[in-house]
């Protein structure tokens, strides 16, 4: 591996070589035989204007290594400023109240009976969950509401589900005393 190290060329060769490539792009090619002369060629490039790719470079702004990497960081952009918040818009005039003639209100699906009891169901169901009411919690509301169903289904399930363990643990005692 360390003759592999100092086969490879240096940096300075491998410049030298990139100077050399791009001169002789640079240069004219061999005139052919039967061609007329060429007028001179322009001369090459001067020093001046041959980037050195030795020459160190400042970077544009702060530089942080992470690792193998070169972080740069933007420099900060002035915040615009904010725009003034628009108007508010104008209040919205109230809807006026519906006008019926007595044909409408004979044609109504519901009696005033019955939308009165309706609106009472509504008005006394918004009232027991309002929260909170006298310190009720939603907690509270749930535990009101699932104590009636919970209780139904133990009174129905529970005395099924004690009589099979009792009857599984019985019978794990009998197998434990060979009997």
């Known amino acids: 591996m360390s003759d592999q190290s100092s086969q490879e060329p240096t940096m300075e060769e491998i410049l030298a070589s990139i100077r050399r490539i791009i001169s002789e792009d640079d240069a004219p090619a061999e005139p052919a035989a039967a061609a007329p002369e060429p007028e001179p060629a322009a001369p090459p490039p001067a020093e001046d204007d041959v980037l050195e790719l030795t020459d160190p470079i400042d970077p544009p702004a702060p530089l942080e290594t992470v690792g193998d990497i070169d972080v740069y960081e933007p420099e900060a952009e002035p915040e615009p400023e904010p725009a003034p918040p628009p ?35 509504f008005g006394s169901l918004t ?15 749930v535990r009101e509401l699932l104590r009636p169903l919970l209780k139904e289904w133990l009174d129905s399930n529970l005395p099924r589900i004690v009589e099979a363990k009792v009857e599984e643990e019985v019978h794990r005692i009998a197998r434990g005393r060979g009997v």
């Open 127 to 141: 009232a027991a969950i309002q929260m909170p009411r006298d310190g009720r919690t939603l907690e509270d509301v």
């Open 87 to 121: 108007p508010p818009p104008p209040a919205p005039e109230p809807a006026p109240a519906p006008v019926f003639s007595r044909e409408e209100v004979a044609e109504t699906l519901v009696g005033d009976h019955a939308a009165g009891l309706a609106a009472s169901a």
